[in-house]
């Protein structure tokens, strides 16, 4: 079994200096050896779940380390106490949405979604939107009536809101677009009420896509991949 400081210099030697210049357009301005996601994966394979080790990563301050904290913690094991501490000290989207990704596989996703999006924090509400958004997308058994009122919060409200609240905003709506069937058509409607949603992706040349043609083209691609999946019929003997 590792130990952070073990870990960190493992890092250091898979960092690169061509990575750390991107993180750094990406927002990352805190400590970081600049590793390659698929590094930090192939780590995250060896070392496994590993929950201890995890908060040491991310209490090391390291962006490399606490992204792998993400992979490596038990998400049964995050409490809300640890998951409120660390979803305060957000400062990039990067580790943003990698917390998302470990926030919403824990039992209390959905009850620190709902608080985080009514914080007054750009991380913080960014982080609830972002976990919507994957609970949308992957919680089958979290009905459509949780996340219907949002579409309304999102037509009234997304433009005023701040930058990268208002991306991930946008990624819970096409979200329910795409996963949530019954309000598919809402959501539409919602899509095409916002129109075009400006955010600042800064030195990157990431954009925030348009909400209706995204939704529209993922279902067609979705619906095209159930498709080739499904069984064919049995041919008829001659």
């Known amino acids: 079994m590792p130990t952070v400081n073990e870990v960190l210099t493992t890092l250091a030697t898979m960092g690169t200096e061509q990575n750390r210049k991107i993180y750094a357009r990406h927002g990352v301005s805190n400590a970081m050896s600049g590793v390659s996601f698929a590094n930090l994966t192939t780590l995250k394979k060896q070392i496994k779940r590993n929950h201890s080790l995890a908060i040491a990563c991310w209490d090391s301050g390291n962006h490399d380390a606490q992204v792998l904290a993400t992979m490596i913690a038990d998400p049964e094991q995050c409490s809300t106490e ?18 998302s990704g470990l926030a919403a596989k824990t039992p209390i996703a959905l009850k620190l ?16 939107w972002s976990v919507t ?26 433009h005023g809101q701040k930058n990268r609240v208002r991306h991930a905003m946008n990624g819970t709506l096409t979200a329910i677009g795409i996963y949530r069937e019954t309000l ?6 919602t899509a095409q009420q916002i129109g075009t949603v400006v955010v600042d992706h800064g030195e990157t040349g990431c954009k925030t896509p348009h909400a209706v043609d995204y939704i529209t083209k993922s279902v067609l691609k979705l619906q095209e991949m159930a498709s080739r999946k499904s069984p064919k019929p049995p041919r008829k003997s001659s």
């Open 82 to 99: 640890l998951l409120n501490t660390w979803v305060h000290q957000l400062t990039n989207y990067v580790i943003t949405d990698a917390f």
């Open 113 to 128: 979604a709902t608080a985080w999006r009514n914080a007054d924090a750009e991380w913080v509400e960014a982080a609830g």
């Open 133 to 158: 958004s994957i609970l949308a997308m992957e919680r089958a058994d979290i009905p459509d009536s949780v996340f219907e009122p949002l579409l309304s919060r999102i037509a009234t409200s997304i």
């Open 184 to 189: 598919r058509h809402k959501a539409l409607a």
